[in-house]
């Protein structure tokens, strides 16, 4: 696995910048239940209004989004009091989409060598970017978790709609995660993604004691 500590762009053929963020239309799927994106206009040129001014509605865990420690225990932190550091930085993209269970740590060394990572991205190919919820996905197991913790990982993001199994009521790797300092990013679109080692940056709105915030996350390929 590269070294973290070193980065430097491709190739300026390749795009600066790769955006890997969900769009946000009515169409976006929502988890079942949670409130839906909606959109509309409260004053329109067209109408005979001086200018556009667009409104919108939705869970802030529609889409691409950083979840809070507030989303999984009273008391926790909320989304203004996410650490911008873990949201910036070198991550690898791992593809695990072969993978039809839970992912233990000798699953995804099987697939790359994780000695030391801070942000870790996993494509496992259900994202909510095709236009529909997924029935299922691989989620990496409590032990999996507690290894790549002690290995310095500050960052766990996904391309499916959750860290954890969607029938999951304890969301024991939100937790894990959030007991060991590490952030949480869902909803990832990652199917142009190579899997291999980035720059991310993917920074959360400051929202308010929320349990959660919409982001815009992006990729910049880097090397060693």
Same mark, same amino acid.
């Given at each position: 696995?590269?070294? $973290? *500590?070193?980065?430097?762009?491709?190739?300026?053929?390749?795009?600066?910048?790769?955006?890997? !963020?969900?769009?946000?239309? $009515?169409?976006?799927?929502?988890? $079942?239940?949670?409130?839906?994106?909606?959109?509309?206009?409260?004053?329109?040129?067209?109408?005979?209004? !001086?200018?556009?001014? &667009? !409104?919108?509605?939705? %869970?802030? @865990?529609?889409?691409?989004?950083?979840?809070?420690?507030?989303?999984?225990?009273?008391?926790? %932190?909320? %989304? @203004?009091?996410? !650490?911008?550091?873990?949201?910036?930085?070198?991550?690898?993209? =791992?593809?695990? %989409?072969?993978?039809?269970?839970?992912?233990? /740590?000798?699953?995804?060394?099987?697939?790359?060598?994780?000695?030391?990572?801070?942000?870790?991205?996993?494509?496992?190919?259900? +994202?909510?970017?095709?236009?529909?919820?997924?029935?299922?996905?691989?989620?990496? &197991?409590?032990?999996?978790?507690?290894?790549?913790?002690?290995?310095?990982?500050?960052?766990?993001?996904?391309?499916?709609?959750?860290?954890?199994?969607?029938?999951?009521?304890?969301? $024991?790797? @939100? /937790?894990?995660?959030? &007991? *060991?300092?590490?952030? /949480?990013?869902?909803?990832?679109?990652?199917?142009? /993604?190579?899997? +291999?080692?980035?720059?991310?940056?993917?920074?959360?709105?400051?929202?308010?004691?929320?349990?959660?915030?919409?982001?815009?996350?992006?990729?910049?390929?880097?090397? =060693?």
């Amino acid at each position: 696995m590269p070294d $973290p *500590g070193k980065v430097v762009i491709v190739s300026e053929s390749e795009p600066l910048l790769r955006d890997i !963020s969900v769009t946000l239309n $009515p169409d976006t799927p929502e988890w $079942p239940g949670d409130t839906p994106f909606t959109c509309g206009w409260a004053s329109s040129m067209a109408a005979g209004a !001086s200018v556009n001014v &667009s !409104s919108f509605t939705a %869970s802030p @865990h529609v889409g691409t989004h950083a979840d809070a420690p507030l989303h999984v225990r009273e008391g926790w %932190s909320g %989304s @203004h009091e996410l !650490s911008l550091d873990a949201f910036f930085g070198p991550a690898i993209v =791992v593809d695990v %989409s072969t993978l039809n269970k839970e992912i233990e /740590i000798e699953d995804l060394e099987k697939i790359q060598s994780l000695p030391f990572v801070e942000r870790l991205l996993l494509r496992t190919g259900r +994202t909510i970017a095709s236009g529909a919820f997924p029935e299922d996905w691989p989620t990496l &197991s409590e032990s999996c978790v507690r290894t790549l913790l002690g290995r310095g990982l500050r960052l766990l993001g996904v391309d499916s709609p959750s860290v954890d199994p969607r029938d999951s009521k304890n969301l $024991p790797v @939100h /937790i894990m995660l959030f &007991s *060991g300092n590490a952030a /949480i990013l869902e909803n990832l679109d990652l199917r142009r /993604i190579t899997p +291999t080692m980035y720059e991310l940056m993917a920074f959360p709105l400051k929202l308010m004691a929320l349990d959660a915030a919409p982001v815009r996350a992006v990729l910049r390929q880097i090397v =060693v």
